[in-house]
């Protein structure tokens, strides 16, 4: 087997070797993340987390049994999606809510258990065996007294307003602690399209709250007296007297039929859904990635060698040439 044939082989064997995984992939089942965990809850707060049943090749409906096994907690965890439910053929990525409630009198500590689930498909094969599939969830939960006052702003915006309606100010905010939070008041300074003339100046105070560990849209409605037009708007969100959050956004005022007419379209811009790619596609990918990289460098190597001579040394060469000129052996 000479040299080349031998690099052939190698990038064969490192081809099959990609594919061989791809196929593990492409038929396994499993979760993320793998723990429904956290370490800052108190008596009677309210925690959820998404858990996410990954399937290799979703080519047809599964029907899921979820079982909890937490001893004294069991009654502290709901499945939003129920006991036992049906994952959509198509469906790579489902998502499953777990629910965590802390009764007001729950004892401080630590408390584990697990979530049991398996999954058969929905359409049973004539004279086939049913393959189970599962996956146990880990549960770590700590019950504490300290409380945790956390709050973070994800987003914020104006939406385009009818002239003469309310201009609502809509702020994303996530609770990122253990007791029921929010911004307490939001400040608008609003100017011409240029930014060079200030036109006004309102405040308005926030009294809507999240729960704790949650996500939530709060609005924020302002009085509207401008004309139809393009805006700037100077934002100040406080929390408490301090300012959590200082920028500058710009906003339309717009007619009524503009509205409606937004409405129906529904602003719908589609975006490439990724998660829909099965995960055999980007080892499938990679493995190609990685084969082209290695007959460049093997290109290279030959050439070089090419080049070289054969690797003989140019001292060697040079030798033999002056032997053949006097006569030599």
């Not at 704790?212 to 929390?239: M, R």
């Not at 490439?272 to 290109?299: D, K, Q, R």
């Amino acid at each position: 087997m000479n040299y080349k044939t031998k690099i052939f082989a190698f990038a064969l064997t490192l081809f099959i070797f990609f594919i061989s995984q791809s196929g593990v992939a492409l038929a396994g089942f499993g979760i993320s993340p793998p723990t429904v965990a956290n370490k800052n809850l108190v008596p009677g707060s309210f925690y959820e987390q998404n858990i996410y049943l990954i399937q290799g090749t979703p080519d047809q409906d599964l029907n899921a049994t979820v079982a909890v096994d937490a001893g004294a907690i069991n009654s502290w965890i709901t499945i939003e999606n129920g006991n036992s439910f049906n994952i959509p053929k198509g469906t790579q990525q489902f998502a499953m809510k777990v629910d965590v409630n802390v009764p007001p009198t729950a004892a401080l500590g630590n408390y584990k258990g697990k979530i049991h689930i398996n999954t058969l498909p929905a359409t049973k094969n004539p004279g086939g065996v049913q393959v189970t599939l599962g996956a146990e969830v880990a549960i770590n939960l700590d019950v504490t007294d300290i409380k945790v006052s956390d709050f973070s702003i994800r987003n914020f915006q104006i939406p385009d307003v009818a002239k003469g309606a309310p201009i609502k100010f809509i702020i994303k905010v996530k609770n990122e602690g253990n007791v029921e939070n929010g911004p307490t008041k939001v400040s608008l300074t609003f100017f011409d399209q240029y930014h060079s003339k200030q036109l006004g100046q309102q405040d308005e105070d926030i009294t809507e709250k999240v729960q704790s560990f949650q996500t939530k849209d709060i609005s924020v409605d302002f009085p509207n007296n401008l004309d139809l037009g393009s805006y700037w708007a100077d934002v100040k969100i406080y929390s408490g007297n301090k300012v959590a959050v200082d920028s500058k956004m710009v906003f339309n005022v717009v007619s009524p039929s503009v509205i409606a007419k937004n409405k129906q379209k529904g602003f719908v811009f589609p975006m490439p859904n990724f998660s829909a790619i099965p995960p055999w596609v980007y080892m499938l990918i990679g493995a190609v990635i990685v084969i082209i990289v290695l007959i460049i460098i093997i290109i290279i190597i030959l050439r070089k060698n090419k080049n070289n001579g054969g690797g003989k040394p140019r001292e060697e060469k040079e030798e033999v040439k002056k032997l053949r000129i006097h006569g030599g052996k």
